[in-house]
Nanobody, 122 residues
């Protein structure tokens, strides 16, 4: 079963921007810590950004995207979004949305999206 669905991927030029969005099927995403991961062929899936659900929400980012990516939660639409700015070729990957039921650091994933392609190229 597909529990999470990503949207907003595509092809962009270096320096451009893209916004990814994640929604849940069959449950409220705002009850979960949520994050975005990415993976390229031959490498392990890595966490890009994570957002907890408690209080204001704790945001963490991979060093490679700090200052360029912003994760946020829309509690009205119940989505978790990833704004990606100043994209570069190294950001090319399949991006996955993920939900974590108990931790605040996206390290015990309960549900995954199917993945969406982000390609940064001239």
């Amino acid at each position: 079963q597909v529990q999470l669905v990503e949207s907003g991927g595509g092809l962009v030029q270096p320096g451009g921007s893209l916004r990814l969005s994640c929604r849940a099927i069959g449950f409220r995403l705002d009850a979960f810590t949520a994050g975005w991961f990415r993976q390229v062929p031959g490498k392990e899936r890595e966490v890009v950004a994570c957002l907890s659900t408690d209080g204001e929400g704790r945001r963490t980012y991979a060093d490679s995207v700090k200052g360029r990516f912003t994760i946020s939660r829309d509690r009205v639409q119940d989505t978790v979004d990833l704004q990606m700015d100043r994209l570069n070729v190294d950001d090319t990957a399949i991006y996955y949305c993920a939900a974590d039921s108990f931790t605040t650091v996206c390290n015990e994933i309960d549900y995954w999206g199917q993945g969406i392609q982000v390609t940064v190229s001239s």
